[in-house]
């Protein structure tokens, strides 16, 4: 768990960070949105003391992040950025090996860690790992970028606008490696990014910051529902509130029992996604599918109509 | 490619421009010049009058065949080979010349390469030089045929075949000496330039670091850096002169207004300029994110300096070390100016003797070294440059 407790950070008379504070629970992806200048890249920063606070504190897992020197909590603390910042001097290995080398790992600990995060994301070790940064696709390099991060096992990972510099193709892609990702290692992300799109497909809770304050920390559906300022509302948009909604909700979640006539929706598939379907097909119901292929279920298109209303 | 191309396209422009030259050469200027002794101005001699009939055929046909092979050939090892095979017999037929040329006994006669015979064998050398170029040689290459080159060149001056030329004549003289000042000369290029990194190096990382200095302390090697070498010695003379006068202890140690001292501290100041400001180019260049990236895991300052910012500007600052290790060996010449010893000794001697032999003595080792560093320096420079730029 990470608290965050009445932190500001001021530079001269302007406060970049004011008076934040915010509760992460562990193994969940909270990702922090908002215009550029908003405060969200230094409060990452100040997390793993890039920048250090002008006051208040932060706790991980009870322990004031001030009690050990920084480069010591950085190295437990996963970090990853924009334009990725891989060392150009080094092969893809290397890179990867960066913090477990710090750490004193022993060498074949190093081999072993790095051949299993190059598979995890699916770069095969004897093909990419005596490769240099330059020899990779841009998406490539995103995904060492990750891999680096996690290398030594980080519980919290910080990334700011990781996937800032991909084509929207990728772009999904490693949204959802990042996702499958966290899913298994169970770790806790704070990742930084203006897209709002991008903020509630990756965050269990979404952060939204303007000037310097956190107007809102809450789960996606609560943002669209019950905004806790105009400026949450403007950032989502007042056109597809509903779609937005919908698009937060896993067919597989909400599927009534029994086989009905009509098309079949795969069970991860939004409820936005089936609609679309439904609309697209002129069915009134869909079946939704297990992994396995098997029906488990089907969704009424009035249920999904239902769960895209505004609730008073 | 089969296609026939007009003839002017099939013509090498360069070694139709390098032929030229040597032809003219050839016909205009004397190849040889005969001496009466060191001093005594010359009187031209013909190269092909001194040789056998087999030998000026020889000479004549290799001759002929890198002019065929400079203008017509493409392919740079069939140049490369004419070339250095052009060199080694003009060479070779200089030396057996002089021998000709020169009675048994004879101590006081000199036998010179003439102007004809200069401009023949740097067009020579050109062409050789533009056919390893094509070829492209990896670092490791270039430092290897550096090499060979050197030791060829010394088992040939060795081997006696040259030794009634007149520098050889010169060095026979001087041959201590020229050991001696070759110490000097490579001591003070290579103690200055050593004693300038381990000042520039930390300067320049600061400047780097903190802007507010850098153009301070930019400003003020600049200025050194327009003062000329003359003039600086000169600057220096008075100080150094005092100190010595005031303190024994530093006169002891050799500090004087003239000699070793205020050449060392010239050159040094000279050599902070090209290393500081290379430095600070070299890592203002390194990629933001990387060091970002760098110290958000953990590495700590001197870290982050150590294994991502120096790696990443090296080559850069190591073309500021390449700058200061050639313009040293060349401005150690002029040391010898104030008796501070090198090369230039020979040159500024033969310069008051008006013996021009002896001023080659000092210019030749001297270009030759400057040459050889020049390529050591540019190869552990590519190998340093792992990344594209």
Same mark, same amino acid.
């Given at each position: 768990?990470?608290?965050?407790?009445?932190?500001?950070?001021?530079?001269?008379?302007?406060?970049?960070?004011?008076?934040?504070?915010?509760?992460?629970?562990?193994?969940?992806?909270?990702?922090?949105?908002?215009?550029?200048?908003?405060?969200?890249?230094?409060?990452?920063?100040?997390?793993?003391?890039?920048?250090?606070?002008?006051?208040?504190?932060?706790?991980?897992?009870?322990?004031?992040?001030?009690?050990?020197?920084?480069?010591?909590?950085?190295?437990?603390?996963?970090?990853?950025?924009?334009?990725?910042?891989?060392?150009?001097?080094?092969?893809? &290995?290397?890179?990867?090996?960066?913090?477990?080398?710090?750490?004193?790992?022993?060498?074949?600990?190093?081999?072993?860690?790095?051949?299993?995060?190059?598979?995890?994301?699916?770069?095969?070790?004897?093909?990419?790992?005596?490769?240099?940064?330059?020899?990779?696709?841009?998406?490539?390099?995103?995904?060492?970028?990750?891999?680096?991060?996690?290398?030594?096992?980080?519980?919290?990972?910080?990334?700011?606008?990781?996937?800032?510099?991909?084509?929207?193709?990728?772009? &999904?892609?490693?949204?959802?490696?990042?996702?499958?990702?966290?899913?298994?290692?169970?770790?806790?992300?704070?990742?930084?990014?203006?897209?709002?799109?991008? &903020?509630?497909?990756?965050?269990?809770?979404?952060?939204?910051?303007?000037?310097?304050?956190?107007?809102?920390?809450?789960?996606?559906?609560?943002?669209?529902?019950?905004?806790?300022?105009?400026?949450?509302?403007?950032?989502?948009?007042?056109?597809?509130?509903?779609?937005?909604?919908?698009?937060?909700?896993?067919?597989?979640?909400?599927?009534?029992?029994?086989?009905?006539?009509?098309?079949?929706?795969?069970?991860?598939?939004?409820?936005?996604?089936?609609?679309?379907?439904?609309?697209?097909?002129?069915?009134?119901?869909?079946?939704?599918?297990?992994?396995?292929?098997?029906?488990?279920?089907?969704?009424?298109?009035?249920?999904?109509?239902?769960?895209?209303?505004?609730?008073? | 490619?089969?296609?026939?191309?007009?003839?002017?396209?099939?013509?090498?422009?360069?070694?139709?421009?390098?032929?030229? +030259?040597?032809?003219?050469?050839?016909?205009?200027?004397?190849?040889?010049?005969?001496?009466?002794?060191? +001093?005594?101005?010359? %009187?031209?001699?013909?190269?092909? #009058?001194?040789?056998?009939?087999?030998?000026?055929?020889?000479?004549?046909?290799?001759?002929?065949?890198?002019?065929?092979?400079?203008?017509?050939?493409?392919?740079?090892?069939?140049?490369?080979?004419?070339?250095?095979?052009?060199?080694?017999?003009?060479?070779?037929?200089?030396?057996?010349?002089?021998?000709?040329?020169?009675?048994?006994?004879?101590?006081?006669?000199?036998?010179?390469?003439?102007?004809?015979?200069?401009?023949?064998?740097?067009?020579?050398?050109?062409?050789?030089? #533009?056919?390893?170029?094509?070829?492209?040689?990896?670092?490791?290459?270039?430092?290897?045929?550096?090499?060979?080159?050197?030791?060829?060149?010394?088992?040939?001056?060795?081997?006696?075949?040259?030794?009634?030329?007149?520098?050889?004549? %010169?060095?026979?003289?001087?041959?201590?000496?020229?050991?001696?000042?070759?110490?000097?000369?490579?001591?003070?290029?290579?103690?200055?330039?050593?004693?300038?990194?381990?000042?520039?190096?930390? @300067?320049?990382?600061?400047?780097?670091?903190?802007?507010? @200095?850098?153009?301070?302390?930019? /400003?003020?090697?600049?200025?050194?850096?327009?003062?000329?070498?003359?003039?600086?010695?000169? +600057?220096?003379?008075?100080? @150094?002169?005092?100190?010595?006068?005031?303190?024994?202890?530093?006169?002891?140690?050799?500090?004087?207004?003239?000699?070793?001292?205020?050449?060392?501290?010239?050159?040094?100041?000279?050599?902070?300029?090209?290393?500081?400001?290379?430095?600070?180019?070299?890592?203002?260049?390194?990629?933001?994110?990387?060091?970002?990236?760098?110290?958000?895991?953990?590495?700590?300052?001197?870290?982050?300096?150590? %294994?991502?910012?120096?790696?990443?500007?090296?080559?850069?600052?190591?073309?500021?070390?390449?700058?200061?290790?050639?313009?040293?060996?060349?401005?150690?010449?002029?040391?010898?100016?104030? /008796?501070?010893?090198?090369? /230039?000794?020979?040159?500024?001697?033969?310069?008051?003797?008006?013996?021009?032999?002896?001023?080659?003595?000092?210019?030749?080792?001297?270009?030759?070294?400057?040459?050889?560093?020049?390529?050591?320096? #540019?190869?552990?420079?590519?190998?340093?440059?792992?990344?594209?730029?």
């Amino acid at each position: 768990m990470i608290q965050i407790e009445q932190l500001c950070k001021q530079y001269g008379a302007a406060r970049v960070v004011d008076d934040v504070s915010m509760v992460i629970e562990p193994r969940t992806i909270t990702t922090i949105v908002g215009t550029s200048g908003s405060g969200k890249s230094t409060l990452l920063r100040m997390i793993n003391r890039l920048i250090e606070p002008s006051s208040g504190r932060v706790l991980i897992d009870g322990n004031d992040t001030t009690a050990e020197p920084a480069h010591l909590l950085r190295r437990r603390i996963g970090y990853a950025i924009q334009g990725l910042g891989l060392f150009p001097h080094r092969t893809i &290995a290397e890179n990867i090996a960066t913090v477990p080398r710090l750490l004193g790992w022993p060498q074949a600990r190093i081999d072993e860690r790095v051949d299993e995060l190059l598979r995890l994301f699916q770069l095969e070790p004897s093909a990419y790992s005596a490769k240099y940064p330059h020899e990779l696709s841009g998406g490539q390099q995103q995904r060492v970028g990750v891999a680096r991060a996690l290398a030594a096992k980080p519980n919290v990972l910080l990334m700011d606008e990781p996937f800032g510099a991909l084509d929207p193709i990728i772009r &999904a892609k490693a949204q959802e490696d990042l996702l499958g990702v966290q899913r298994k290692l169970g770790t806790t992300i704070i990742l930084v990014t203006h897209d709002i799109d991008e &903020a509630f497909r990756l965050g269990h809770r979404v952060a939204v910051m303007s000037q310097g304050r956190l107007l809102q920390h809450d789960r996606p559906e609560a943002l669209i529902t019950r905004p806790a300022d105009p400026f949450v509302s403007q950032l989502i948009g007042a056109d597809d509130k509903a779609l937005k909604l919908l698009s937060l909700i896993a067919a597989g979640s909400v599927a009534e029992s029994g086989r009905v006539d009509g098309p079949s929706v795969p069970a991860t598939a939004s409820l936005r996604d089936v609609l679309s379907e439904l609309v697209w097909r002129g069915a009134a119901q869909a079946n939704v599918l297990a992994d396995d292929g098997s029906v488990a279920g089907h969704v009424p298109l009035a249920s999904i109509l239902a769960r895209g209303r505004a609730q008073a | 490619m089969s296609r026939a191309r007009p003839a002017t396209d099939r013509i090498d422009r360069l070694g139709a421009l390098l032929v030229a +030259i040597g032809a003219l050469a050839v016909a205009l200027l004397p190849p040889l010049v005969f001496k009466a002794n060191r +001093i005594m101005p010359g %009187e031209p001699r013909q190269l092909l #009058d001194l040789l056998p009939a087999w030998g000026s055929v020889t000479l004549g046909l290799t001759l002929l065949c890198a002019a065929l092979a400079a203008l017509l050939v493409r392919d740079a090892r069939v140049r490369l080979i004419a070339a250095l095979a052009a060199i080694a017999v003009l060479a070779l037929s200089l030396g057996y010349a002089a021998d000709v040329l020169t009675p048994p006994g004879n101590r006081v006669l000199r036998v010179a390469p003439g102007s004809g015979f200069w401009i023949l064998i740097v067009s020579l050398g050109l062409l050789a030089t #533009d056919a390893l170029t094509r070829l492209r040689p990896g670092p490791a290459w270039r430092v290897l045929i550096l090499a060979a080159f050197l030791t060829v060149v010394i088992l040939a001056l060795g081997s006696g075949r040259f030794d009634d030329l007149s520098i050889m004549r %010169e060095y026979a003289v001087n041959a201590d000496r020229f050991a001696q000042e070759a110490r000097r000369h490579l001591l003070l290029a290579l103690g200055t330039l050593i004693a300038a990194v381990i000042v520039a190096l930390p @300067l320049g990382v600061l400047c780097h670091r903190l802007p507010r @200095l850098r153009a301070g302390v930019l /400003g003020v090697l600049n200025l050194v850096q327009t003062v000329p070498s003359i003039a600086l010695f000169g +600057i220096l003379m008075a100080p @150094l002169a005092a100190l010595a006068l005031a303190f024994p202890a530093l006169a002891a140690l050799g500090v004087s207004g003239i000699g070793a001292a205020p050449a060392a501290i010239a050159l040094f100041l000279y050599s902070l300029l090209p290393i500081v400001a290379n430095t600070v180019v070299g890592l203002g260049r390194v990629s933001p994110a990387a060091v970002d990236a760098a110290r958000g895991m953990g590495l700590t300052g001197a870290q982050v300096l150590r %294994e991502v910012e120096l790696p990443l500007a090296m080559p850069a600052i190591l073309t500021g070390i390449r700058i200061v290790l050639v313009q040293n060996i060349g401005m150690v010449t002029i040391a010898a100016l104030i /008796g501070g010893g090198g090369f /230039g000794a020979f040159v500024f001697q033969g310069i008051g003797q008006t013996a021009i032999d002896l001023v080659l003595l000092g210019a030749i080792p001297t270009i030759v070294l400057a040459f050889s560093a020049a390529v050591v320096l #540019d190869a552990l420079t590519d190998l340093t440059r792992r990344v594209p730029q």
